[in-house]
């Protein structure tokens, strides 16, 4: 059994430098965490639990109850980068115990907030393929998204800046009040209390969006969208790039990027290459069982 070290203020150095050495496939979980120290990205509910026995053996994993019914978990395990029966044994056990404490957790936010929306069960995003197949073999999947690809950019293959093909669009940010439009084009379950802390970029025409898309939490590129009537004109590219180029930043001085797509989501994957982003691997979103 492996003893975990538990924190609301984030993981220590060693910690996140070995993360750190593990992009971009600890890229989620990575920039999770960076997003704690910006504003609105950690609650009292919040909770850091590092399992380490070494740079090659160690598994991290971000919670907060409070979320819910949107992503409540994120996950890393070195397992994912480093093939070896020995390394994926250690880093299974470790999982597991991450979710043991998850458990007992439950049971103190519960007495203190109420009913949770989904009792016995926990939301974990973007969720490596391997330890979701591990899960699945101890009967801990409730429920899984199909695979995404798990899309990698780094600043040096995006293309150059992209032109607005019209002298009436302009670059701005998402207002508040846009915020009922955007929700009302996404199926992603986005509560307002969460968009109105993401980095965006819009594109207006006299001052109603007409694109605009966001990093998440976990500073991946979500909820990427263009109003029909203006597809087609390189905006969702564009809005992408500037993301990437001008607010990323604000998570940490990586220059490197994600986002998540759906295998089947051909026209997202089509944005993402022509961004020069590279489909690495796969992840889900999954309903785990405590």
């Not at 989620?28 to 997003?35: D, G």
């Not at 990027?257 to 691997?281: E, R």
Request: charge should be negative; charged fraction near 25%; proline fraction near 5%.
């Amino acid at each position: 059994m492996y003893q975990i070290q538990e924190s609301q203020d984030g993981v220590s150095e060693p910690t996140f430098a070995a993360l750190s050495n593990h992009l971009p496939h600890s890229i989620a979980l990575f920039r999770r965490l960076q997003f704690m120290d910006m504003n609105g990205g950690k609650t009292a509910n919040s909770h850091v639990f590092t399992l380490f026995e070494s740079s090659s053996v160690f598994t991290v994993a971000y919670l907060d109850f409070s979320r819910g019914t949107e992503t409540e978990l994120w996950i890393y395990s070195s397992m994912e980068k480093l093939p070896g029966s020995e390394i994926e044994t250690k880093c299974q056990e470790q999982v597991l115990e991450v979710f043991e404490r998850v458990r007992d957790i439950e049971g103190s936010f519960v007495a203190a907030n109420g009913p949770r929306a989904t009792p016995g069960v926990v939301l974990i995003g973007s969720l490596h393929e391997k330890t979701l197949k591990f899960l699945e073999e101890q009967q801990r999947v409730k429920e899984a998204t199909g695979p995404h690809f798990k899309f990698i950019f780094e600043s040096g293959d995006l293309p150059p800046e992209v032109v607005l093909p019209s002298e009436d669009l302009v670059y701005e940010e998402i207002r508040k009040s846009d915020i009922p439009l955007v929700l009302s084009r996404t199926e992603i379950p986005r509560k307002e209390r969460t968009i109105v802390l993401l980095p965006s970029v819009a594109i207006t025409e006299n001052r109603e969006p007409i694109a605009w898309g966001f990093l998440g939490p976990d500073a991946s590129l979500t909820s990427l969208h263009v109003e029909e009537s203006h597809r087609g004109k390189g905006l969702a590219k564009a809005i992408a790039r500037k993301l990437f180029t001008e607010k990323a930043s604000a998570f940490g001085r990586e220059k490197i990027y994600h986002a998540d797509v759906g295998t089947n989501n051909l026209q997202s994957q089509g944005v993402c290459k022509s961004l020069g982003g590279k489909a690495d691997f796969r992840v889900h979103w999954a309903w785990i069982k405590l």
